[in-house]
Every structure is written in C-alpha cells, then in structure tokens.
C-alpha cells in the first residue's frame, strides 16, 4: 500500500533527516516506528502524505507516486495525519465546524458532510461536545477531536505523529484503544511513539537512529532481544521487568509481555 524506496531528505539548511529509507507498509498493518529525538521519525511520515517530497529515491501511496504534484489531494485523502500539539491542528469556531472542515473542503454534499461529522464524533465519543469551543477542552478531548477531523476524511491510513506525548496515562490509554479500534476495522496505522509500552497492539516495531531504520520486525522479538536499548528510548518498568523474568527462564519469550496487563496475565497462567 505504502512502498518507500532508498528515500533520503535533506532540510534546506543541510540537515540530512532520512538517509536512504527503505519501508514497505501493507493495507491493514498496525506499525509502531520508535527512535530518540531527532531520528527522523516526524520527517518520514511528512512524506508519506507528501507533505514533503524526497531528495532522493521515491515515495507511493496506493499507486501514487509523492512527487508528482498532481496526485497531492487524492494521496491527503488516503494518508490522514494526527500530530503532537492538537491545539495546532483546529481551524473551526466549534468542535462540529472543526470536524467539518475536511468533508465541506471535499466538495461533499451537505448530507454526507453531517453523516461523516456525526459519525466521527460518535465514534471518538465526542458528540455531547459538538457545539464546544476546541480550546475549551481538556488535552484528550483535543487529541480526540483532532482524530475525528481526521476520520471525517475517511482516511485508508492513518499517520500518528506522538500524538499522546502531550497527555497524562488515561487519556493516552484512551487515545491508543481508539487506535486499536480503528485498525480493528481495517485503518491502516501508521504510529510513531516514544512510550514503549504503546506498542501491546501493534504488528510491526520499525525503530530508526540517525534518519535510517535500523531494526524492522516483530516488537516482542526485539525488544526481547533488547536491540534499541542503547538507542536513547526510555524502557518502561514492566519491558525491563519482563527481560529479566525472560532471562531467568520464568517465562518463554514466545509471548513477551509488553504491557503491565499482559505481564499480569503471563504471571497468572504460571501459578
Ligand atoms: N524544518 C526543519 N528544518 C531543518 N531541520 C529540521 C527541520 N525539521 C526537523 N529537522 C531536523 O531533521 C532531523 C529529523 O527531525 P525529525 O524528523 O523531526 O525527528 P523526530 O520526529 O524523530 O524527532 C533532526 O535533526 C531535526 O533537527
Ligand atoms: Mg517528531
């Protein structure tokens, strides 16, 4: 779905961010992408909805190749993007107008539009807010209203860009069973993350250092293994807990727990 070929970019002030990026995301992929500040995280997902195009090698999105300019409309609508700071990302007066916003800018009947906000609200369980000012929420409510504008597109994929770094445990909890939720029915995900302990639910951990992946694969296996250690990424508790628990043979790492949830259930079945 997403093919990214020896992708490189260079910021105009030289800083080379990707150097020679290879990714292929599949439709219906859960895909964590980890790695310290600075590691180009942010940079490559700016390119997958050709928010930049690459200095060097290509970029394309269910066929579209990023660089011609031509398919920038049709590729926004198929890659949708959250960020870190909702407060950057609204545009209307209200919740209802914000989530509006991207169907009325599709030309959409006014029908269609009201179906999709609705459904959007209803879905991120935002609804008894529509008529709220988005300033006036509270940080998740925020998150929550910049993921519905999102899906009010309709989006195949959905790009996170930390977006829970700004958020205290519960709503980061409550943003990431969304998450769950929409890759449950078919989203494609597309998630970049600093806590490690978010990745119970994805398929796929690509870890970066220096705008290059570095690790491509199975998140249990390696962070069992115990490869972005040394990578500059906060381990949580409970992974730490889990290597070490993995180490002394109490439990097989076939399943390796990365949530305290899991680690309880893996716990349980040993009594
Ligand atoms: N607009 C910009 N202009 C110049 N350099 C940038 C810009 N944005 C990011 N960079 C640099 O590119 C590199 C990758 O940044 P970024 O993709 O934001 O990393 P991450 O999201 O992993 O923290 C960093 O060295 C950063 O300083
Ligand atoms: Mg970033």
Known sequence: ????????????????????VDLHIRKGEFIAIAGKNGCGKSTLLRHIN?????????????????????????????????????????IGMTVEEDVAFGPENLGLPPEEIQNRVDSSLNIMGMMGQKNHTPRTLSGGQKQKVALASVLAMEPEVILFDEVTSMLDSMS?????????QLHENK????????????????????????????HDGNPRIILRQGNPLNLGIELPPVIELSRRL?????????????????????LCQLM
């Not at 951990?205 to 570095?214: A, E, N, T």
């Open 172 to 180: 980061r909890n409550d943003i990431l069973l969304h998450v769950k």
């Open 246 to 266: 993995c180490d002394s043979g109490l439990i097989t790492p076939a399943f390796f727990p990365l949530s305290v949830e899991e680690l309880r259930e893996v």
């Open 1 to 20: 779905m997403i093919f990214i070929n020896n992708l490189s970019y260079r910021y105009p002030n030289g800083t080379l961010a990707l150097d020679s």
């Open 50 to 90: 050709g928010l930049l195009v690459p200095c060097e090698g290509y970029v394309v999105v269910k066929g579209m190749d990023t660089s011609d300019t031509s398919h920038i409309q049709d590729i926004r609508r198929v890659a949708g993007m959250v960020f870190q700071d909702p407060e950057s990302q609204f």
């Open 187 to 214: 989203t494609t995900v597309v998630y970049v993350t600093h806590h490690l302990e978010e990745l119970v639910y994805a398929d796929r951990l690509v870890v970066m250092d220096k705008g290059r992946v570095i």
